[in-house]
């Protein structure tokens, strides 16, 4: 079966755009930040070997390889929720008076929740990259820091949405509880870092 993050551009777009269930909202969320993140590497692309920029080139380097990162575990976070929602679609179909109902959900849920819950996460990275690339990166791609960062704003809040749409049904409240406190401590602390780059950027211009 061919990965969604192998199909063109517009393969994609049409995919989400039609009645299948995969991709969604968590996809989308995963994809949107690996977007923002290549546009940070791509702004350290233009900045490596400037003689204007050799006192941070390997700190540029450094988010660079990180980015990397990011980006091949964002693209796989796609194919994961992808994978979770077919057994949690299937889980809610049991019936309500089957024995095994609430057991099985519980654990779908469990599952389901990990992809956009890991999501959160690496935006909150993601952010905190173009930070430091707004920062020692090439004063003439700014505009690409200002366009990646919202790009994992966006996921960021996106992915958040997931993990509350997951964590609302679950029986342990606990654990539910738990996730939704960090989730939350992480989009109440990076949305202002988002914004304060975005709006750094933005100020060059005006």
């Known amino acids: 079966m061919e990965r969604l993050t192998d199909k063109s551009c517009k393969d994609f777009v049409e995919v989400l755009a039609s ?3 995969v991709p969604g909202g968590g996809g989308a969320s995963a994809l949107v930040a690996a977007l923002g993140t290549a546009l940070c590497s791509m702004v350290g692309n233009y900045t490596v070997g400037k003689k204007k920029y050799a006192d941070v080139e390997e700190d540029v380097k450094r988010i660079m390889a990180e980015c990397e990162e990011l980006q091949a575990q964002l693209l796989q976070l796609v194919e994961d929720d992808a994978a979770m929602f077919e057994p949690l679609s299937r889980a809610y179909s049991i019936p309500k008076d089957d024995p095994k109902h609430d057991e099985v959900l519980e654990a779908c849920l469990h599952d389901a929740v990990k992809a956009p819950a890991e999501m959160v996460r690496l935006s ?9 690339m707004g920062e020692k990166g090439s004063v003439m791609m700014l505009s690409d820091v200002g366009t990646g960062v919202v790009f994992c704003w966006s996921a960021l809040y996106g992915a958040a949405l997931n993990v509350k749409v997951n964590t609302k049904s679950m029986k342990d409240r606990a654990f539910a509880d738990a996730l939704n406190k960090e989730v939350d401590g992480l989009v109440e602390k990076y949305w202002k870092i988002a914004e304060e780059t975005y709006e ?7």
């Open 124 to 132: 909150c990275r993601a952010i905190d990259l173009h930070r430091e």
């Open 19 to 21: 009645k299948e269930p």
């Open 200 to 206: 750094k950027v933005k100020g060059r211009f005006e």
